[in-house]
């Protein structure tokens, strides 16, 4: 049968053994000794973390200290480097614009191209603020019956962005044209959108390069007989430098339809 825990009353302690007596003195030395460790280690913390340093704050160790820590090196001398941060602007422009060809008898040129304006283009100009190109030269036709609406052809030098890399005729192409698209070269239309686009290897004249095609659609727009404009742009490699042909044509124009071939037809290099 279970009673419970069973009981053994405490038994007197013999005085002349030094039991608790003892006890006292041993765990007081040992005290002692515990506690000169700890503020001897602690002053010896002190001293490590200050480093004997006077205001100089927290320090990051060098290579030769720990093995880990990586050093920053700040080049000051940019005498002679190159820009290797540069942003990318969508649609780069040249800060000014340079006209540095002269047109031969009966042709426009531009960077690296010519092209021979059909008589129904009769306008002449230098425009500025085309992105990725300069030295240009354009021809137009005005719409007839229209406040000033013209379809373009424009020659120029392809010029990129300093420190961007430049990408190539096939990425050239493209961009001019969406470039172009966005522009603010349409007027008071409303409801604009680039549809079919198409980009193509071509050659002309021995020249290789790309052609991009596109259509702009215009939800509105003023002008008598026509509701959208074909737009397309050659870039060729040429001795002279990457160069563009680049026509926005109205469509529906026939006059300018058939001259706008014409204009293609005879682009050429100026070797």
Not at 119 to 124: I, L, M, V, Y
Not at 149 to 176: K, N
Not at 226 to 236: E, N, R
Request: charged content about 15%.
């Amino acid at each position: 049968m279970h009673t419970g825990p069973q009981y053994t009353s405490p038994q007197p302690s013999s005085p002349g053994g030094g039991g608790r007596g003892n006890a006292l003195l041993v765990g007081g030395i040992a005290f002692a000794v515990v506690f000169l460790l700890i503020v001897g280690g602690t002053v010896g913390y002190l001293v490590l973390r200050s480093g004997g340093d006077s205001g100089a704050g927290d320090q990051t160790s060098s290579p030769t200290e720990s093995g880990t820590a990586t050093e920053s090196v700040t080049d000051t001398d940019s005498s002679s480097a190159s820009p290797t941060n540069v942003e990318e602007e969508r649609c780069w422009r040249p800060d000014s614009a340079e006209r540095t060809s002269s047109n031969p008898s009966g042709k426009l040129r531009g960077g690296g191209l010519q092209f021979i304006p059909p008589p129904a283009f009769d306008g002449r100009l230098s425009p500025s603020g085309l992105s990725y190109m300069n030295d240009i030269q354009s021809a137009q036709a005005i719409v007839p019956g229209s406040d000033g609406w013209a379809s373009t052809m424009t020659v120029g030098a392809v010029e990129w962005q300093p420190g961007i890399e430049y990408p190539g005729a096939e990425v050239a192409s493209q961009r001019i044209l969406t470039c172009y698209f966005s522009a603010s070269v349409w007027g008071d239309t409303q409801g604009r959108s680039l549809d079919d686009q198409v980009t193509q290897p071509v050659t002309i004249a021995g020249l290789s390069g790309y052609r991009t095609t596109a259509t702009v659609n215009f939800a509105k727009i003023d002008v008598p007989g026509t509701t959208a404009t074909d737009v397309a742009v050659v870039v060729l490699d040429t001795p002279q430098g990457p160069s563009a042909f680049v026509q926005d044509t109205a469509v529906g124009i026939t006059a300018h339809e058939e001259a706008a071939g014409e204009g293609y037809e005879s682009l050429t290099g100026i070797g």
